[in-house]
T-cell receptor, first 108, second 112 residues
Framework: AQSVSQHNHHVILSEAASLELGCNYS??????LFWYVQYPGQHLQLLLK??????LVKGIKGFEAEFIKSKFSFNLRKPSVQWSDTAEYFC??????FGAGTRLTVKP | ETGVTQSPTHLIKTRGQQVTLRCSSQ?????VSWYQQALGQGPQFIFQ???????GRGNFPPRFSGLQFPNYSSELNVNALELDDSALYLC???????????FGQGTRLTVV
């Protein structure tokens, strides 16, 4: 069965720090991978997606993610976080399988 | 603006009752997925409908059922409500079953 694991439940960073959120999935076939973000009081929205091609994908607001097929991973990164990045981040496989989420708190 | 709308936004029901939640998908999307999001958890996949047919189901009992209509809007029905059914119910539409999902704002269901 498909599953998605996000290893960090809550990450606290200071502004300008670098971010990496882990995501591993278990699925044997071709996968489409997503990162979604949920800002406080708002609904889930797409941050970035990987379907095929260049395994390093860039999304909105300076986020990027790298698909490493051999490791079944799709980690999210940002070189320098801002206070406005405080949100919950969800990794997903296809349109049905979400990880438990990682809460990111950025301190000003 | 995602274009996915859900109704109602909040709902309080008594244990044992039945509830119907509604979702209008984004224009051009023929796939609708429903999720349950408990407090502090990620969305849990309930089921997905593609062109009016169920196209996958998560680990939810049969008292969770759904429909998709010809205009691709959808309903989630839950019978014999239990206290643990209290959660945010999210609807998402997509162009196919494996593309990005666009979420509605959710329906907050409280079972007392």
């Amino acid at each position: 069965a498909q599953s998605v694991s996000q290893h960090n439940h809550h990450v606290i960073l200071s502004e300008a720090a670098s971010l990496e959120l882990g995501c591993n999935y278990s699925y044997g076939g071709t996968v489409n991978l997503f990162w979604y973000v949920q800002y406080p009081g708002q609904h889930l929205q797409l941050l970035l997606k990987y379907f095929s091609g260049d395994p390093l994908v860039k999304g909105i607001k300076g986020f990027e993610a790298e698909f490493i097929k051999s490791k079944f991973s799709f980690n999210l990164r940002k070189p320098s976080v801002q206070w406005s990045d405080t949100a919950e981040y969800f990794c997903a496989v296809g349109s049905g399988r979400f990880g438990a989420g990682t809460r990111l708190t950025v301190k000003p | 603006e995602t274009g996915v709308t859900q109704s109602p936004t909040h709902l309080i029901k008594t244990r044992g009752q039945q509830v119907t939640l509604r979702c209008s998908s984004q224009s051009g999307h023929n796939t609708v997925s429903w999720y349950q999001q408990a407090l502090g958890q990620g969305p849990q996949f309930i089921f997905q409908y593609y062109r009016e047919e169920e196209n996958g189901r998560g680990n939810f009992p049969p008292r969770f059922s759904g429909l998709q209509f010809p205009n691709y809007s959808s309903e989630l029905n839950v019978n014999a409500l239990e206290l643990d059914d209290s959660a945010l119910y999210l609807c998402a539409s997509s162009m196919t079953e494996n593309t990005e999902a666009f979420f509605g704002q959710g329906t907050r269901l409280t079972v007392v």
